[in-house]
């Protein structure tokens, strides 16, 4: 019976250990443990079944690799800046008859080098097709790349893939191709690199276009009713990279024919005191070093009194509506004569039906009312 016992006892030892991850040149932590242990020595060896420690006794001379706890029932070490040549399987063993043994498979994660964009030589000119490519190198796993432009992210880009010299870590590059416009000049383009030993805190890396393109010019008066003596202001609104040069005024194709009342101060152009004679087709152009462009203004300057007799009250207006409200009244009364005059009704008084030789009105109502049918009518009638 006893040693029955003892068998189930020995049976019943086993060392239990667990794989680790960690980032290199991080710390990981080894641990090797056993429920039942009758006084047993624990041992770790490394992936070339080098002994680096034997109960708490040091094995191997490296002094990263140090005792964390040492017990019959616990063998933990640690292994301080671990390099990508420490991954691999280490082994816990437990003396007893026959040796059990118990595996760990340590893995380093290797970070991704800060990234890297190529590609962009400033300035670009509207029009022209972009190829950023954004690069990072020693990754373990291979790190994934994505881009974003005004924070949102651009999906159809090219991913490579190459293994280092080392045959451990990766280089991974991906390129971004698309064609600018004017409304990419000062956006930023982001790169952005996601890997699992970044602790989800992804390394970035930015390029900020810069694009030039030919002018855009649009004219805005100081007043949308010019009028006859009073100043007017065209103000030539041009916007360009790089900046337009000062801007051209015109007038009907030619120079501006009163210098003396049509100053010219920047992109302004100051009309003193307008006249008729001012009316026309100005132009204003805007020049850089990409190209042209121009808008135009048509001048017409109003009679102030005329403008003025707009703003008035409308006689003729206010005389229609008289007029109108005067007829359909006169319409009105003759459509009710010719109603009343269509339903008009015969009317006998009582003296009418009394007899004519009647000495007064009481004696003709009372003849009237004995002889209705023989006395000879008299009629009224009423509209």
């Keep these: 019976a006893a040693s029955k016992n003892k068998v189930k006892g020995s049976q019943g030892q086993f060392p239990l250990t667990q794989n680790v991850t960690v980032v290199e040149g991080g710390t990981a932590i080894l641990t090797c443990r056993v429920d039942q242990n009758d006084n047993t020595s624990l041992q770790w ?17 490296d002094n990263r690799i140090e005792l964390v706890r040492a017990s019959w029932h616990e063998l933990s070490i640690s292994v301080s800046d671990v390099s990508l040549s420490d991954e691999g399987q280490y082994t816990c063993s437990l003396f007893t008859m026959p040796v059990k043994t118990s595996k760990a498979y340590l893995t380093v994660l290797g970070v991704p080098e800060k990234p890297q964009i190529s590609g962009f030589s ?16 020693g990754s373990k796993p291979a790190a994934d790349i994505r881009w974003f432009k005004n924070d949102k992210e651009i999906k159809d880009v090219k991913y490579l893939k190459e293994e280092d010299a080392n045959r451990k870590t990766f280089t991974v590059s991906s390129t971004l191709d698309f064609r600018v416009d004017r409304s990419d000049d000062g956006v930023a383009v982001i790169c952005r690199v996601d890997h699992e030993s970044l602790n989800a805190t992804p390394q970035v890396a930015m390029q900020v276009l810069e694009i030039h393109y030919t002018p855009s010019v649009k004219i805005i008066p100081s007043t949308p009713f010019p009028q006859e003596g009073q100043p007017l202001i065209l103000t030539c609104e041009s916007k360009g990279k790089p900046l337009p040069e000062p801007v051209l005024w015109t007038k009907d194709g030619g120079e501006l024919p009163d210098p003396d009342r049509m100053v010219v101060s920047g992109r302004e152009l100051n009309i003193l005191f307008l006249n008729k004679t001012d009316n026309g087709t100005y132009r204003c152009e805007a020049t850089n070093t990409i190209g042209q462009s121009s808008a135009e203004y048509v001048l017409i300057v109003h009679d102030p009194n005329a403008l003025a007799g707009q703003t008035g009250p409308d006689h003729a207006l206010i005389g229609g509506i008289v007029a109108v409200v005067v007829f359909v009244t006169l319409c009105s009364i003759f459509l009710l004569g010719r109603y009343l005059a269509r339903h008009k009704g015969t009317y006998l008084t009582n003296e009418a039906k009394g007899a004519e030789d009647a000495p007064d009105a009481d004696t003709a109502i009372i003849n009237a009312e004995g002889s209705q049918v023989n006395a000879e009518e008299k009629k009224e009638y009423f509209i």
Aim: hydrophobic fraction near 30%; aromatic fraction near 6%.
């Design 122 to 137: 400033s300035p670009v000119m509207e029009g022209d097709l972009m190829q950023l490519t954004c690069k990072t190198s």
């Design 45 to 61: 060896s490394n992936p070339a079944q080098q002994t680096l420690y034997f109960d708490d006794k040091k094995a191997l001379r």
